[in-house]
């Protein structure tokens, strides 16, 4: 009796099998074929088109959109302050307009921080050596001022605070670290006389919405990013979070407009190095005695008030300065509602094929033409609804192109299923005319 109970139950599953391949079957291996042709080509142009810049300005637009939604009550900087020195003070007649900047006039710079209890202050600006076979020289003309400014970071480490200076690496950060190194810069001989110092590369990523990290160079030692080592200094439980797994601090970014930075309900956000120099310091210290703050550029170019503005970077919060985008990462891994993991590259592809199969075999379904069509725009929105989910927790899907690859071989075989039947209409016509003739 059980055998009986058993046997019937597999011709149950035997038959609900047959009838769930039977319409898969009967399509043929030619419309598997070019199934399997269209989305190998779909997924490959969905690749490419996940690596090139073309659609990043979309992509920055869409995401800003999102995380506007996504909001609530008031959004701007909780742990960093800006000093961008704008048109006043490069063109102005005490920085004169050196290339690179005068050094003794961010020492002055430092030194007001340093009176306002800032306890860090980065300096994104550049420290190149003109001459790196010998990074110890130093043109006689700047020796000064680069003396300058080095008491006043011993005066920082002196008072127990810290110094976030920005540096590079030769070599691409997708490549191997082989062929990564960091160049000797003016300040390399003078770390060992400046503990307080952390070294930190300005290097961005080519989608902004992941967050910078850690890379490794080609003498094994790693190199943390311009944010990352801000972080570092501030927040370390936050810091091993973020580098303790293979992505090195690799993260997913909220970001902060530049209308997010501007001046609300008495607190001012970026000064001018003008207004450093100038506040009372009770003032700067109410201001940014609690803030890590980032020192930049956002002058013209060409004279003052003409040309476009440098170190500026286009993103999903906009048009920002290369300090401001710092801050924005800074922010991000403080805050651990605004950072999250990315899935693997690997996961989202297997989401794509997912979504294309799925996709294919609703097509390879028999039913009616309305029904499945109704099915496609409403997997359309289903998918367009996904990435927006996904996207929050790191994962950005490109799967328009294999989407549409499939959507273009559906309608291929609804037209050429047209025709087969058309085709057999005027068989069946032919032979009944046949029939008549002979009769």
């Given at each position: 009796?059980?055998?009986?109970?058993?046997?019937?139950?597999?011709?149950?599953?035997?038959?609900?099998?047959?009838?769930?391949?039977?319409?898969?079957?009967?399509?043929?291996?030619?419309?598997?074929?070019?199934?399997?042709?269209?989305?190998?080509?779909?997924?490959?142009?969905?690749?490419?088109?996940?690596?090139?810049?073309?659609?990043?300005?979309?992509?920055?637009?869409?995401?800003?959109?999102?995380?506007?939604?996504?909001?609530?009550?008031?959004?701007?900087?909780?742990?960093?302050?800006?000093?961008?020195?704008?048109?006043?003070?490069?063109?102005?007649?005490?920085?004169?307009?050196?290339?690179?900047?005068?050094?003794?006039?961010?020492?002055?710079?430092?030194?007001?921080?340093?009176?306002?209890?800032?306890?860090?202050?980065?300096?994104?600006?550049?420290?190149?050596?003109?001459?790196?076979?010998?990074?110890?020289?130093?043109?006689?003309?700047?020796?000064?001022?680069?003396?300058?400014?080095?008491?006043?970071?011993?005066?920082?480490?002196?008072?127990g605070r810290h110094v976030v200076l920005a540096t590079d690496y030769i070599g691409n950060y997708l490549d191997s670290a082989e062929t990564r190194f960091e160049p000797p810069l003016i300040y390399t001989s003078h770390l060992a006389s400046m503990p307080c110092v952390v070294r930190g590369h300005v290097e961005f990523p080519t989608d902004l919405r992941k967050i910078p990290g850690m890379i490794q160079l080609r003498d094994g030692s790693y190199l943390d990013s311009f944010s990352l080592a801000m972080t570092k200094i501030n927040d370390p439980i936050a810091y091993e979070s973020l580098v303790k797994d293979e992505d090195k601090g690799y993260r997913f970014a909220q970001f902060l407009t530049p209308e997010d930075f501007s001046t609300r309900n008495g607190r001012q956000f970026v000064f001018s190095g003008v207004e450093i120099e100038q506040m009372n310091i009770n003032q700067l210290r109410q201001a940014l005695a609690d803030k890590i703050v980032i020192v930049g550029g956002h002058w013209h170019d060409i004279a003052y008030n003409l040309g476009d503005y440098v170190d500026m970077h286009d993103s999903p919060g906009g048009s920002e300065t290369g300090a401001m985008l710092h801050a924005n990462f800074v922010e991000a891994m403080r805050d651990p509602t605004s950072t999250f993991t990315p899935i693997s590259d690997s996961t989202a592809e297997v989401i794509e094929w997912a979504i294309a199969l799925g996709l294919a075999l609703l097509g390879a379904m028999e039913i009616h033409v309305g029904w499945k069509w109704t099915a496609f725009i409403f997997s359309c929105l289903f998918s367009i609804l996904l990435?927006?989910?996904?996207?929050?927790?790191?994962?950005?899907?490109?799967?328009?192109?294999?989407?549409?690859?499939?959507?273009?071989?559906?309608?291929?075989?609804?037209?050429?299923?047209?025709?087969?039947?058309?085709?057999?209409?005027?068989?069946?016509?032919?032979?009944?005319?046949?029939?008549?003739k002979t009769a």
């Open positions: 009796m059980r055998f009986m109970k058993l046997s019937e139950r597999f011709v149950k599953i035997e038959a609900v099998l047959k009838k769930v391949t039977q319409p898969i079957v009967r399509k043929g291996w030619q419309h598997w074929a070019r199934f399997v042709l269209l989305l190998l080509i779909g997924v490959y142009l969905g690749h490419e088109l996940s690596e090139s810049n073309r659609f990043t300005d979309w992509r920055y637009l869409l995401y800003q959109k999102q995380m506007r939604i996504q909001r609530r009550g008031p959004i701007y900087p909780r742990y960093t302050a800006l000093v961008l020195l704008g048109d006043d003070d490069f063109w102005g007649d005490e920085y004169q307009s050196r290339a690179p900047i005068k050094r003794d006039k961010l020492a002055i710079l430092l030194d007001r921080l340093n009176q306002a209890g800032v306890n860090t202050v980065a300096f994104d600006v550049a420290f190149d050596s003109p001459r790196p076979e010998k990074p110890e020289y130093e043109y006689p003309d700047y020796q000064a001022e680069d003396e300058v400014f080095f008491a006043s970071v011993k005066r920082m480490c002196d008072a990435t927006y989910v996904l996207q929050n927790l790191g994962l950005f899907l490109d799967f328009i192109i294999p989407f549409l690859m499939i959507v273009i071989h559906t309608f291929i075989e609804e037209i050429l299923e047209m025709r087969r039947e058309l085709h057999h209409v005027k068989s069946q016509l032919k032979q009944q005319q046949h029939k008549e």
